[in-house]
């Protein structure tokens, strides 16, 4: 039977989890006192004579409230660097399990985990009896949605190009909605004012610098190289377009083995539509191949002090080189 007094946040969308697990202390505390909240962690269990805390009644008050972070945990046991000390110890949850039913109307527990382990009891349990919170990651047309309704003056074409600025990470989206608030506080959100505002993330802004290289046109490389170094270091841009090459290389290999492009698609994680781009130019492959070569080479000459130097200019200057000499043979 559900009991109103056993709460349970769950959900991968943190931010909004967050933010509405702190309205609730805050709540709390203003009503019935901060000296009535206990904040216990996964860490902390262990610890703690844990059944008291959830079946001793108030003592001061009218209420209790009992907040346990990352419990139900992600894991299928309690992890310690200790292992032989934890073996002795009995398991923090199974205790929670077992005091469920006795714990007093007038104490509210609230479970606080974003990526629980579904196999574990306590977790069943909470789905059958808690009152139960979910926040989902925010994707697709209801994350639009949800920057719309933040924003609600911002035009189709800036709404399309914040969205591909900042992707679906919902903790960088909320952060830049506050930059364009107090940015454009009258007037129309434009496409303009998005540029001017936001910086994209790597992933987006390496899209022009890969597109060149995919179709060995070093001069339009070279541009855009230098267009991304206005906004990011050059480590972050290095390491990127590292990893894309090698996903590039790998689709490659895996088409020429006559895989089917929908398997290569979902067992690389790649989006649709850079997959796209990647099939089209997959006749360059050994040429690809041959700079990420050197990228590579140059990596190692970085971190072992050969070559030209260990600085930012000298990773630049090798990787400038690099893309210069995409068209040579």
């Known amino acids: 039977m559900p009991r109103s007094n056993i709460v349970f946040f769950t959900g991968s969308n943190h931010i909004f989890l967050r933010r509405d697990l702190d309205a609730w202390v805050d709540i709390f505390a203003k009503k019935y006192g901060e000296y009535n909240i206990s904040r216990l962690s996964k860490e902390s269990l262990p610890r703690t004579n844990i059944q008291a805390e959830l079946v001793t009644p108030v003592f001061l008050g009218e209420k209790r409230l009992i907040v346990l972070e990352d419990i139900p945990s992600s894991t299928s046991k309690w992890e310690s660097e200790n292992t032989e000390t934890v073996a002795n110890i009995p398991d923090p949850e199974a205790i929670i399990l077992a005091a469920l039913y006795q714990i007093p109307d007038t104490t509210i527990v609230l479970f606080v985990s974003t990526e629980p382990d579904k196999r574990k009891a306590l977790y069943k349990r909470l789905i059958d009896i808690a009152t139960l919170k979910e926040y989902e990651k925010l994707e697709g047309n209801t994350l639009r949605e949800y920057v719309r309704k933040k924003l609600p003056h ?176």
């Open 154 to 329: 911002i035009d189709v074409t800036a709404l399309a190009k914040f969205m591909e600025y900042t992707g679906s990470d919902i903790n960088r989206i909320e952060s830049e909605i506050g930059k364009l608030a107090l940015y454009k506080q009258d007037g129309w959100i434009t496409e303009t004012d998005i540029k001017t505002v936001i910086i994209p993330t790597i992933e987006t802004s390496i899209f022009s610098l890969t597109d060149a290289i995919f179709i060995l046109d070093n001069a339009f490389a070279y541009q855009e190289l230098n267009n991304i170094l206005e906004t990011h270091n050059i480590h972050q841009i290095f390491t990127t377009l590292v990893s894309t090459l090698r996903t590039f290389l790998y689709a490659a290999k895996l088409l020429s083995l006559k895989h089917e492009p929908s398997d290569v698609l979902s067992l690389l994680k790649i989006h649709p539509y850079a997959f796209e781009k990647m099939r089209k130019n997959m006749k360059n492959s050994p040429r690809i191949q041959t700079l990420f070569s050197e990228l590579i080479l140059l990596d190692k000459r970085m971190k072992t002090g050969e070559g030209i130097g260990d600085g930012d200019d000298a990773l630049r200057i090798g990787l400038e080189k690099a893309i210069l000499c995409l068209q040579k043979n």
